[in-house]
């Protein structure tokens, strides 16, 4: 099961892949796994993005991590899960770059975006081409996949609209700041995962929690409603922001309790300074980088400007002497309305020869995007060979981010499609009996634990056939 196979007795032309990120590396190295040759476009350095720093290929802009690794109670450490047993590049690399995190994958960005792009140029079926793709692909081209991801260059994105005569949706997504591990205060802050929970590569102790009384909390949600933000451009104004990876500042402002029950909750920690006094609020840092040098602030995504930004995090217990490696930033993010652009081959409807894959499809998160790059790859691979290739069961991760992006999870004519993290809400429900071995009725979370478990069983078992 480490590769699709398909049989041929002819030389197939290649498959274009326009980006080099999550989605795009991925299906690159799906379709060279099945033996088709690819020409991989990515146009940075020539020409970069507004949130890129590197020329690596499936550089991690935002986070570090990918999230929940538990293959049988989150949905999506089942994506990771079925993905390895897909033969992922995109999961390979995460695993062999992994941190401590707790009960999430998080990875060194550096390395795993080195290890990416190394596996793909020495790939004997992979050619690279640098520069902008300004526009629609030449029509000899039969068999392209746009992986371009939510910095899509205006050219692109402004020739797909008028090919498909639909208004493009648009959403922000934010930036963390990333802080020096020995700026930090230890006397006040200390190291405890969420109740010590082991993950891959942690040992229960893997976050830095900074911890708020009261006080200090309400003074900090204020300071974060009256401070400096730093002004959009004009083709960034009205742009929704997407729920999931909200600026703090906007959070803050929606309520004062929003962000102590949000990425500031103070549950499932208990600080050794004070093990007698409950934190009203906590802060929790995440390891960024393989040495353990760095730090990201979970949850802390803003538009602040920097000079207000390092000001106000300066306040938090443990942070008084900080220094950032990074801090805060945002910008646009755009895709295409995929339920009524797409067919189930994620072929765009108006011209067939184009699949897309990844955050322009419209699906959020790291691992997302790339499970769509690998879902395209394998579909314009079988396509070169003369084939098809399925779509992925609805029951399983990978075949549930397929039915949300090609309409399946719509439920009347004012249903509006938006970004989605995976989720068991995605998967078609399963008939079961909530008991246990005694036969007595499970309740309350243990139900919901037993259900997921049962999905997880479930996808796991009809995803062999599809890889």
């Not at 207000?308 to 295409?336: C, D, M, S, Y």
Request: hydrophobic share 40%; charged share 20%.
């Amino acid at each position: 099961m480490d590769k699709p196979h398909f049989m041929t007795t002819t030389t197939p032309n290649p498959v274009h892949v326009i980006g080099a990120g999550l989605a795009g590396s991925e299906a690159t190295w799906q379709i060279a796994q099945a033996g088709v040759p690819v020409i991989l476009h990515e146009m940075r350095p020539v020409k970069m993005t507004a949130a890129h720093k590197t020329k690596g290929f499936a550089e991690l802009v935002c986070s570090n991590s990918f999230r929940s690794d538990d293959a049988q109670g989150n949905a999506v450490g089942l994506l990771h899960e079925e993905m390895r047993r897909a033969n992922s590049l995109i999961m390979r690399e995460g695993d062999a770059t992994k941190l401590p995190a707790g009960g999430a994958l998080a990875v060194d960005r550096e390395i795993f975006s080195d290890g990416v792009s190394k596996a793909l140029h020495e790939h004997p079926l992979v050619s690279i081409e640098y520069g902008e793709i300004a526009g629609l692909p030449p029509s000899e081209w039969g068999n392209v996949i746009v992986a371009t991801g939510p910095l899509t260059s205006p050219a692109l994105a402004e020739a797909i609209l008028e090919i498909t005569d639909e208004d493009s949706l648009a959403f922000f997504d934010a930036i963390a700041p990333i802080v020096y591990k020995d700026s930090i205060d230890f006397d006040k802050a200390w190291m405890q995962s969420r109740y010590d929970k082991k993950g891959p590569g942690g040992d229960g102790a893997d976050y830095i929690n900074c911890p708020l009384d009261k006080e200090q909390y309400e003074t900090f949600i204020a300071a974060l409603i009256e401070s400096d933000k730093g002004e959009f451009k004009e083709w960034e104004k009205d742009t929704p922001y997407f729920d999931a990876c909200l600026p703090i500042e906007v959070m803050a402002a929606r309520g004062v309790e929003t962000l102590r029950w949000g990425p500031m909750k103070p549950v499932g920690l208990t600080n050794p300074h004070n093990p007698t006094v409950k934190a009203h609020a906590i802060v929790q840092l995440r390891q960024d980088n393989a040495l353990g040098t760095i730090y990201n602030m979970v949850g802390f995504q803003t538009k602040i400007k920097y000079a207000a930004q390092a000001e106000i995090f300066k306040a938090i217990p443990g942070l008084e002497n900080a220094v950032f490696a990074r801090l805060g930033g945002i910008h646009r993010n755009t895709f295409i309305n995929s339920p009524k652009l797409l067919n189930e081959q994620l072929q765009l409807k108006a011209r067939t020869s184009l699949r897309f894959a990844g955050q322009i499809m419209g699906v959020e998160g790291y691992v997302e995007s790339a499970a769509l790059g690998l879902i395209t790859g394998r579909m314009a691979a079988a396509q070169a060979l003369g084939q098809s290739y399925p779509p992925p069961p609805k029951t399983t991760a990978l075949g549930a981010l397929v039915e949300h992006v090609t309409g399946g999870y719509l439920t009347g004519p004012k249903a509006k499609f938006q970004p989605m993290n995976i989720n068991f809400g995605l998967f078609p429900p399963i008939d079961l009996e909530y008991k246990d071995e005694d036969g007595k009725r499970i309740r309350g979370k243990d139900k919901s634990r037993f259900r997921k478990r049962h999905l997880s069983a479930r996808a796991l078992t009809d995803i062999a056939n599809w890889v």
